[in-house]
Protein backbone atom coordinates (compact mmCIF):
# COMPACT_ATOMS: atom_id res chain seq x y z
CA UNK A 1 0.00 0.00 0.00
CA UNK A 2 1.17 3.47 -1.13
CA UNK A 3 0.73 6.76 0.53
CA UNK A 4 0.65 10.09 -0.37
CA UNK A 5 0.51 12.64 2.64
CA UNK A 6 -0.91 16.60 2.33
CA UNK A 7 1.28 19.50 3.63
CA UNK A 8 -0.64 18.92 7.34
CA UNK A 9 1.04 15.63 7.79
CA UNK A 10 4.54 15.74 7.67
CA UNK A 11 5.71 14.37 10.66
CA UNK A 12 3.11 11.11 9.54
CA UNK A 13 4.99 10.83 6.28
CA UNK A 14 8.24 10.26 7.90
CA UNK A 15 6.85 7.94 11.13
CA UNK A 16 4.84 5.95 7.89
CA UNK A 17 8.49 5.57 6.39
CA UNK A 18 10.14 4.41 9.36
CA UNK A 19 7.30 1.69 9.27
CA UNK A 20 8.56 0.65 5.56
CA UNK A 21 5.34 2.04 3.63
CA UNK A 22 5.99 3.83 0.37
CA UNK A 23 5.24 7.60 1.60
CA UNK A 24 5.45 10.81 -0.38
CA UNK A 25 4.88 14.11 1.16
CA UNK A 26 3.04 16.71 -0.53
CA UNK A 27 3.66 20.24 0.79
CA UNK A 28 2.13 22.07 -2.30
CA UNK A 29 -1.03 24.10 -2.38
CA UNK A 30 -2.75 22.77 -5.53
CA UNK A 31 -4.90 19.82 -4.73
CA UNK A 32 -5.91 18.91 -8.17
CA UNK A 33 -2.15 17.75 -8.42
CA UNK A 34 -2.29 15.85 -5.30
CA UNK A 35 -5.31 14.05 -6.15
CA UNK A 36 -3.64 13.72 -9.84
CA UNK A 37 -0.64 12.28 -8.41
CA UNK A 38 -2.48 10.13 -6.04
CA UNK A 39 -4.64 8.70 -8.70
CA UNK A 40 -1.66 8.27 -11.20
CA UNK A 41 0.67 6.46 -8.73
CA UNK A 42 -1.89 4.03 -7.08
CA UNK A 43 -1.63 6.17 -3.89
CA UNK A 44 -3.85 7.26 -0.76
CA UNK A 45 -4.12 10.32 0.08
CA UNK A 46 -3.79 11.16 3.99
CA UNK A 47 -5.39 13.99 5.00
CA UNK A 48 -6.97 16.52 7.36
CA UNK A 49 -8.98 18.95 5.12
CA UNK A 50 -12.29 17.75 5.10
CA UNK A 51 -13.56 19.17 2.08
CA UNK A 52 -10.51 17.31 -0.32
CA UNK A 53 -11.57 13.78 1.37
CA UNK A 54 -15.50 14.63 0.58
CA UNK A 55 -14.32 15.57 -3.15
CA UNK A 56 -12.21 12.54 -3.73
CA UNK A 57 -13.34 9.83 -0.91
CA UNK A 58 -12.21 7.38 -3.48
CA UNK A 59 -8.47 7.76 -2.77
CA UNK A 60 -8.62 9.84 0.30
CA UNK A 61 -8.26 8.44 4.00
CA UNK A 62 -9.20 10.97 6.45
CA UNK A 63 -6.83 11.94 9.70
CA UNK A 64 -8.77 13.47 12.18
CA UNK A 65 -6.64 12.52 15.27
CA UNK A 66 -3.80 15.33 15.91
CA UNK A 67 -1.21 13.00 17.92
CA UNK A 68 1.37 10.96 15.61
CA UNK A 69 0.11 7.65 17.92
CA UNK A 70 -3.07 8.56 17.30
CA UNK A 71 -2.69 9.11 13.70
CA UNK A 72 -0.85 5.89 13.25
CA UNK A 73 -3.96 3.93 14.69
CA UNK A 74 -6.37 5.35 12.67
CA UNK A 75 -4.29 4.10 9.20
CA UNK A 76 -3.90 0.97 11.10
CA UNK A 77 -7.42 0.41 12.09
CA UNK A 78 -8.88 1.63 8.94
CA UNK A 79 -7.23 -0.02 6.50
CA UNK A 80 -5.83 -3.65 5.99
CA UNK A 81 -2.51 -2.65 6.79
CA UNK A 82 0.44 -4.47 9.46
CA UNK A 83 3.18 -3.41 10.68
CA UNK A 84 5.82 -5.58 9.58
CA UNK A 85 8.93 -5.25 12.13
CA UNK A 86 10.93 -6.87 8.64
CA UNK A 87 10.16 -3.86 6.86
CA UNK A 88 10.62 -0.88 10.23
CA UNK A 89 13.54 1.21 8.91
CA UNK A 90 13.87 0.12 4.86
CA UNK A 91 13.11 3.51 3.99
CA UNK A 92 14.52 6.88 4.17
CA UNK A 93 12.53 8.94 5.92
CA UNK A 94 13.68 11.91 4.43
CA UNK A 95 13.35 11.72 0.96
CA UNK A 96 11.23 7.98 0.83
CA UNK A 97 13.99 6.00 -1.06
CA UNK A 98 14.95 2.21 -0.34
CA UNK A 99 17.56 2.12 1.81
CA UNK A 100 20.51 0.10 0.76
CA UNK A 101 22.24 -2.25 3.07
CA UNK A 102 25.92 -0.45 4.13
CA UNK A 103 29.34 -2.10 5.59
CA UNK A 104 31.76 -0.42 8.44
CA UNK A 105 34.00 0.02 5.66
CA UNK A 106 31.86 1.68 3.33
CA UNK A 107 30.65 4.33 5.67
CA UNK A 108 33.79 4.58 7.88
CA UNK A 109 34.58 7.67 6.67
CA UNK A 110 31.15 9.46 6.65
CA UNK A 111 30.07 8.54 10.36
CA UNK A 112 31.40 9.72 14.11
CA UNK A 113 33.96 8.25 15.10
CA UNK A 114 32.08 6.79 18.64
CA UNK A 115 29.92 5.03 15.95
CA UNK A 116 32.27 4.07 13.81
CA UNK A 117 33.35 2.09 16.62
CA UNK A 118 30.10 0.86 18.45
CA UNK A 119 27.60 0.22 15.36
CA UNK A 120 27.82 -2.53 12.94
CA UNK A 121 24.56 -2.13 10.89
CA UNK A 122 24.47 1.21 8.64
CA UNK A 123 21.70 1.85 5.87
CA UNK A 124 22.25 4.08 2.99
CA UNK A 125 20.29 6.12 0.78
CA UNK A 126 21.48 6.68 -2.68
CA UNK A 127 19.39 9.88 -3.42
CA UNK A 128 19.88 12.03 -0.43
CA UNK A 129 23.08 10.74 0.95
CA UNK A 130 22.05 9.99 4.36
CA UNK A 131 23.57 7.25 6.60
CA UNK A 132 21.63 5.51 9.14
CA UNK A 133 22.27 3.13 12.05
CA UNK A 134 20.80 1.74 15.55
CA UNK A 135 21.55 4.41 17.86
CA UNK A 136 19.85 5.27 21.02
CA UNK A 137 17.43 7.13 18.26
CA UNK A 138 16.68 3.55 16.69
CA UNK A 139 15.84 2.17 19.94
CA UNK A 140 12.91 4.64 21.49
CA UNK A 141 11.21 4.56 17.85
CA UNK A 142 10.87 0.52 18.34
CA UNK A 143 9.66 1.80 21.77
CA UNK A 144 7.29 3.88 20.32
CA UNK A 145 5.71 1.60 17.74
CA UNK A 146 5.43 -1.25 19.97
CA UNK A 147 3.67 1.23 22.26
CA UNK A 148 1.38 1.93 19.40
CA UNK A 149 0.90 -1.33 18.10
CA UNK A 150 0.57 -2.85 21.68
CA UNK A 151 -2.30 0.31 22.97
CA UNK A 152 -4.75 -0.75 20.10
CA UNK A 153 -4.84 -4.51 20.66
Known amino acids: MKFIADGMLGSLARWLR ?3 FDTEYFSGRDKFFLAYNAKKEGRIVLTRDRNFFLQHQNITLLIENEKI ?3 L ?3 KNKLPITFDSKKFFSRCNICNNPLEPKTISEV ?3 VPDYVAKTQK ?3 YCNICGRIYWQGTHWQRMLEFIKKV ?3 EE
Open 108 to 110: INY
Open 73 to 75: REI
Open 69 to 71: AEQ
Open 18 to 20: LLG
Open 121 to 123: NFS
Open 149 to 151: SKD
